[in-house]
């Protein structure tokens, strides 16, 4: 049985909110990034919070958002933990005194270790696919054999993951978690239960 935990990003209506806590993610998250096609409100955002049962993590996902749009956010929505997918540097992701997880983009030749040593404060460092411009939700899968072992982070597992190839990921790479967001969508920015189901169960059986 995996251990391995599982966050749903880029939930933007209440009912696709609930089918994932019902299925059994550990997190769900939220983009407050204007140019995501799963940009979401602080009122969505608020309103959804509202109907979640205890235990279930929610994430805000923000892209080099500015001090005052950040603090503006925080100030009016309950937010459990911070994931920065930008350009922050660690002192910054600091500064807000919460729990944050730092995304790093994957490619060839990357010190990967290196760029997770430059966040010691982070919660964890959450891998995912470099596409030239585009911060995050690209729906493609880096190459899993760039991640060198021992990390000093727990590892979140991002970039391309889908029902059908997660059990894979998950014995391969062995992370600490796995977030999906365009994998389990019928569309974006609108959850497919059915997949986010299959998505979860096959974590859950996958080899660890």
């Known amino acids: 049985m ?5 966050k749903i990003c880029g939930i933007t209506r209440m009912e696709d909110a609930l089918a994932a806590v019902e299925a059994g993610a550990d997190a769900i998250g939220f983009v407050f990034y204007a140019k995501s ?4 409100t602080v009122q969505q955002v608020r309103a959804i919070i509202k109907s979640l049962p205890p235990f279930v993590t929610t994430v805000g996902l923000f892209v080099n958002a500015s001090r005052c749009e950040l603090g503006e956010i925080l100030d009016a929505v309950p937010l459990d933990l ?4 930008g ?7 600091e500064s807000w005194h919460r729990p944050y997880i730092k995304a790093l983009r994957v490619k060839a030749g990357d010190d990967i270790a290196g760029a997770c040593n430059a966040y010691p404060t982070a919660s964890g460092v959450l891998l995912d696919t470099y596409v030239e411009g585009v911060p995050g939700g690209t729906g ?5 054999s760039l991640i060198p072992r021992g990390l000093s982070k727990p ?3 991002a970039g391309g993951l889908t029902p059908e190839n997660i059990a894979d990921a998950v014995a391969r790479v062995r992370p600490y978690a796995v977030d999906v967001s365009g994998g389990v969508e019928a569309s974006k920015g609108i959850k ?4 986010i189901r299959a998505f979860i169960n096959a974590v859950r059986k996958a080899p660890y």
């Open 192 to 195: 497919d239960h059915a997949k």
């Open 155 to 157: 590892l979140i597992l």
């Open 87 to 93: 350009d922050e540097p660690a002192h910054e992701c």
């Open 37 to 40: 096609p799963r940009a979401v």
């Open 82 to 85: 911070l994931q920065f997918h």
């Open 2 to 6: 995996s251990a391995v935990r599982s």
């Open 140 to 144: 493609e899968a880096f190459d899993w």
